[in-house]
């Protein structure tokens, strides 16, 4: 039994590999998040209760509480989620993003570089592993997949700050010989993500009968993977894989956004009818799908996303068990089974789903 420490384990992707690092391993977790309007404890509710997990309120960028972390819970690895997400954010203030997206992860790189400088034994079983996406390689084509050989080409302040900390931990791998894994996944979705985000906006959107807001044409494209699945990919990789490496980490379920937006009509549809919605009969309108609004479209959208995952399926053994089809039917039915949380952490945020990253 080791310590694994999970930065950012109270946002959406790292709150659910909390669980399943629980479920799944042995290990004692220390739980690291700022608990900014992302990072919520009602995403680790009942979790914090076992026995095995410590939550620790805190900053990677403090090197202070990590080297006092590091003295009191020494880890054998370190999975590292903690970062500033949204794209639209990152358009309306840069500055969180490279705060917490690049020195952060350089303070974490440091800490753990000190902490196996001198001990031989504990470098050969340490891990390092970062979890970063494919936003990092820039937009493709109508063709082609993102592969771990893809040059870098980010094009927003969110992709950029990512790229940023992918080189770090790169460069902290081969200088100093921390052992460091780099996981590069497609758009997640599933339970506990934030309502800014695509898919639960729209879950939410439409069961209050609001405009469902699709940028531009709804021509953009994403691979999208279920956080279960992820969460899986990771383990697998900072288990088995091979230091220096990294692994891109999809779902081959490539979806354009008016795709994914009528998928998601349907699916509440299916649990909630249009016909029972008072909101939608308040606007005499019959269909979510009625709901739609073509909006401006995002500075800089990536036109597509792709991802290749050969490598983690071939070396690892990984593979998802979710399609898109039976992830979105799980995930509406979460998000209307836990309508207390969506408004605990909206309420905190002070976020009433409006659209971020345009000039006003």
């Not at 659910?16 to 690291?32: G, Q, W, Y």
């Not at 494919?134 to 084509?141: N, P, T």
């Not at 639960?200 to 953009?220: Q, R, S, T, V, W």
């Not at 983690?312 to 998000?335: A, C, M, N, Q």
Request: proline share 5%.
């Amino acid at each position: 039994m080791g310590t694994m420490w999970i930065t950012g384990g109270a946002g959406f992707i790292g709150s659910n590999f909390v669980r399943h690092a629980l479920s799944e391993s042995d290990d004692r977790l220390l739980v690291l998040d700022k608990l900014t309007y992302a990072g919520s404890l009602e995403s680790l509710r009942g979790v914090t209760d076992d026995p095995r997990v410590t939550f620790v309120e805190g900053d990677i960028a403090d090197p202070a509480l990590l080297a006092r972390l590091i003295a009191e819970h020494p880890p054998t690895s370190i999975v590292n989620f903690a970062a500033e997400s949204h794209v639209d954010r990152s358009i309306d203030g840069p500055r969180p993003f490279v705060e917490s997206n690049i020195v952060g992860a350089f303070e974490l790189l440091e800490a753990a570089r000190k902490l196996v400088a001198d001990d031989a034994a504990l470098r050969e079983q340490f891990r390092f592993l970062h979890v970063s996406t494919d936003e990092v390689y820039g937009s493709l084509g109508d063709d082609g997949l993102f592969s771990e050989e893809t040059p870098y080409a980010p094009n927003s302040p969110y992709a950029a700050s990512k790229a940023a900390a992918d080189h770090l931990v790169r460069a902290y791998g081969k200088t100093y010989g921390l052992p460091v894994v780099i996981t590069n996944c497609s758009n997640n979705y599933g339970p506990y993500q934030f309502p800014e985000k695509l898919i639960p906006l729209m879950i939410l959107n439409a069961l209050e009968g609001k405009p469902l807001p699709i940028y531009g044409d709804g021509g953009n494209v994403r691979d999208w993977l279920y956080v279960e699945d992820h969460c899986a990919g990771i383990l697998a990789a900072l288990r088995r894989g091979r230091p220096g490496e990294k692994y891109n980490i999809g779902g081959r379920n490539e979806r354009t956004n008016i795709e994914v937006v009528d998928r998601l009509c349907d699916a509440v549809e299916q649990f909630r009818p249009a016909a029972d919605n008072d909101a939608l009969k308040a606007q005499n309108k019959s269909r979510y799908h009625d709901l739609k609004t073509f909006v401006q479209d995002r500075a800089g959208h990536d036109r597509r996303y792709a991802i290749d995952a050969d490598k983690i399926r071939g070396e690892l053994g990984w593979e998802p068990k979710h399609d898109f089809e039976s992830g979105i039917v799980e995930t509406v039915r979460w998000y209307l089974e836990h309508g207390d949380w969506c408004k605990a952490v909206q309420a905190k945020a002070a976020y009433g789903r409006e659209r971020l990253g345009v000039d006003e």
